[in-house]
T-cell receptor, first 113, second 115 residues
Framework: EADIYQTPRYLVIGTGKKITLECSQT?????MYWYQQDPGMELHLIHY???????EKGDLSSESTVSRIRTEHFPLTLESARPSHTSQYLC????????????FGQGTRLTVV | AQSVTQLGSHVSVSEGALVLLRCNYS??????LFWYVQYPNQGLQLLLK??????LVKGINGFEAEFKKSETSFHLTKPSAHMSDAAEYLC?????????????FGRGTSLIVHP
């Protein structure tokens, strides 16, 4: 069973609020990822990290930011939420080797009203 | 750059029928390929992966996939569908181009199983 956790599972928040989506893994994985998932669309990579103090932007432009101060923790922050940020956000982690599969959290479904 | 195409956003089969979900990839270097399953309001779970060993890969729940380099395909099959197989299935590719093996996903195929 994958040991990667996301909180909260569901979040409804007003426009302009600052939010942080939490993601933690207990597997000691170096690589971590944030994907955005909308119905009928592919998972879009928005951020990834190779390890502590490493963060990179993904293919999909996002107004969110991430940090990686500890190996196990990879939070995503939106400074000012907007309705266009409404989506499902999936966090994942993997070992460093290329053939390693990604382990996913259960996701956070964000609704901005 | 790597990419994945999954033909058919929805596939409908009868219980007991063959399941075939298509995945084609684009990669300039030898890829690793993955199939994941996603149940409603859940994260993704690995079904199987191709890692350049055997081209026919067996996974969980009776699923298997065959890597065909000449066709750049990695189609997922199951001989006999079960009601519990109804879910979203996502194909992913990972290679060394553009970075160190960051997975790229297709749009997914929703499998519908009729009694």
């Amino acid at each position: 069973e994958a040991d990667i956790y996301q909180t909260p599972r569901y979040l409804v928040i007003g426009t302009g609020k600052k939010i942080t989506l939490e993601c933690s893994q207990t597997m000691g994985h170096d690589k971590m990822y944030w994907y955005q998932q909308d119905p009928g669309m592919e998972l879009h990579l928005i951020h990834y990290s190779y390890g502590v103090n490493s963060t990179e932007k993904g293919d999909l432009s996002s107004e969110s930011t991430v940090s990686r101060i500890r190996t196990e923790h990879f939070p995503l922050t939106l400074e000012s939420a907007r309705p266009s940020h409404t989506s499902q956000y999936l966090c994942a982690s993997s070992e460093w080797k290329g053939n390693a599969e990604a382990f996913f959290g259960q996701g956070t479904r964000l609704t901005v009203v | 750059a790597q990419s994945v195409t999954q033909l058919g956003s929805h596939v409908s089969v009868s219980e007991g029928a063959l399941v075939l979900l298509r995945c084609n990839y684009s990669s300039s270097v030898p890829p690793y390929l993955f199939w994941y399953v996603q149940y409603p309001n859940q994260g993704l779970q690995l079904l199987l992966k191709y890692t350049s060993a055997a081209t026919l890969v067996k996974g969980i729940n009776g699923f298997e996939a065959e890597f065909k380099k000449s066709e750049t395909s990695f189609h997922l099959t199951k001989p006999s569908a079960h009601m519990s197989d109804a879910a979203e299935y996502l194909c992913a590719v990972s290679d060394s181009s553009g970075g160190s093996y960051i997975p790229t996903f297709g749009r997914g195929t929703s499998l519908i199983v009729h009694p």
